[in-house]
């Protein structure tokens, strides 16, 4: 759901005409109006946590301080299995209070779907039936939103259903995607897809491979947590394999490659393992990562880590990987809850380079326009995208906010930089 769309729709329900200045119209919606444009506008970067080892109850806020998205892995077709299953098993009131807790620190909360263990094309799950189970459970145990992680181990089962070359895999995502959607509107609810990074090589799968999803149901994904690892010894593991250049076993699947295909770059979520124990190959020491972040940032990109998986992943590991990059002293936490995602295609050159293996940049943050902008004023609202400047400083909303102070416990504002 486009920004515009939603506030449409939440005028139209209040029977507010057009006439009325949108500031004043937005100052008269009802708290549970302004609750669902605060969760309509989030923007990149991503930071993403799966959690499926065992742990006796979900971490704090301060444990996972620094990411924005927090998976709970898995919903299978037949229920919740791990840590779905461990929230499942919570009191209602249990739950109030930690979705209550990660929201102050700008978290969002969802569930990651399928897993390296089930099939859903292979083993012939209806995918409209099978959607429509799995947004009711979000919904009935108020979750965020989902990450579509359509997988199997070893390159079996619907790997194959990709190998096959017939599209049914890529049909049945797109159908998937396409029910979840009915369900889990856009704008309301994160809806996320964490592909393996080879199925974005062009001309290599028969069905189109998610070069083909994205131009079809690209639109209704937020974004794509990106599995750079699991695909060889050797891939993906410095950064230009990672970022310009893959290898010839998988052609144009590189970060910027991807981009140059057609999908958005801000989509693109580069996601790692945390040690070299939570995947087979693809491992990157978070220092040598953070260098690769921060190169990819000063190209152009600005989508984000993933991490599979806590408690091997932390606070103190998103720390290094941000780095210079997206330094949490400056950025306040991007509170990740859904976003219209633009489907600007973003050309990048591929030429090699050299890897580095320090951050580039040592400045935590770019001097900020503020010619223009006016200050930050209490009881204004704001749209996402709004920029305003504040103690010297441009800054801008990410959602719709109203008397939320830029650089408060709120997370609305990101820091710009000092103004210029």
Not at 46 to 68: C, K, M, Q, R, W
Not at 154 to 177: C, Y
Not at 335 to 357: C, D, L, N, V
Request: proline content about 5%; charged content about 10%; aromatic content about 12%.
């Amino acid at each position: 759901m486009h920004l515009f769309f939603a506030l449409t729709t939440v005028f139209a329900c209040l029977g507010m005409v057009a006439s009325v200045p949108l500031e004043e119209r937005m100052r008269n919606l009802t708290p549970k109006a302004k609750n669902v444009l605060k969760r309509a506008t989030p923007v990149a970067p991503h930071f993403v946590l799966y959690s499926d080892a065992y742990v006796s109850t979900e971490p704090t806020a301060s444990d996972i301080s620094g990411f924005n998205v927090f998976a709970l892995s898995f919903l299978e077709a037949y229920g919740a299995a791990d840590q779905a299953q461990e929230w499942a098993a919570l009191t209602a009131s249990q739950r109030s209070s930690i979705l209550s807790e990660y929201e102050a620190a700008g978290i969002s909360l969802i569930v990651s779907l399928f897993g390296s263990t089930e099939t859903p094309t292979s083993s012939g799950y209806d995918p409209i039936g099978t959607a429509n189970t799995m947004a009711a459970w979000v919904i009935q145990y108020g979750l965020q939103g989902v990450d579509v992680d359509y997988e199997a181990s070893n390159f079996s089962q619907d790997f194959a259903a990709f190998n096959g070359g017939t599209g049914s895999a890529e049909q049945w995502l797109g159908n998937f995607t396409t029910q979840l959607r009915t369900q889990l509107p856009q704008g309301q609810y994160i809806l996320t897809h964490a592909p393996v990074a080879p199925w974005f090589t062009p001309n290599r799968w028969g069905g189109g491979g998610y070069l083909w999803i994205d131009s079809v149901v690209g639109s209704m994904i937020d974004w794509y947590n990106v599995q750079y690892y699991n695909q060889g010894t050797t891939e993906y593991t410095d950064c230009n394999g990672l970022l310009y250049t893959s290898s010839t076993t998988w052609p144009q699947s590189a970060l910027f490659q991807i981009a140059n295909s057609g999908v958005s770059l801000d989509k693109l979520v580069i996601g790692k393992p945390a040690t070299s124990a939570q995947a087979s190959n693809g491992y990157m020491d978070p220092t040598l990562l953070a260098s690769c972040v921060s190169e990819a940032y000063a190209a152009g990109w600005n989508g984000g880590v993933m991490v599979w998986e806590y408690p091997y992943a932390n606070a103190s590991w998103i720390s290094t990987v941000r780095g210079n990059t997206w330094p949490e002293s400056s950025t306040t936490s991007t509170s990740a809850t859904p976003t219209s995602t633009s489907t600007t295609t973003t050309s990048i050159s591929t030429t090699t380079t050299a890897t580095s293996t320090a951050p580039t940049s040592t400045s935590t943050t770019a001097p900020g326009t503020c010619a223009g902008v006016a200050a930050w004023t209490t009881g204004v609202a704001y749209t996402g995208g709004a920029e305003v400047t504040y103690s010297g400083y441009l800054w801008t909303a990410q959602w719709w906010t109203e008397n939320d102070t830029p650089g408060g416990a709120a997370g609305v504002w990101v820091n710009d930089g000092a103004c210029s």
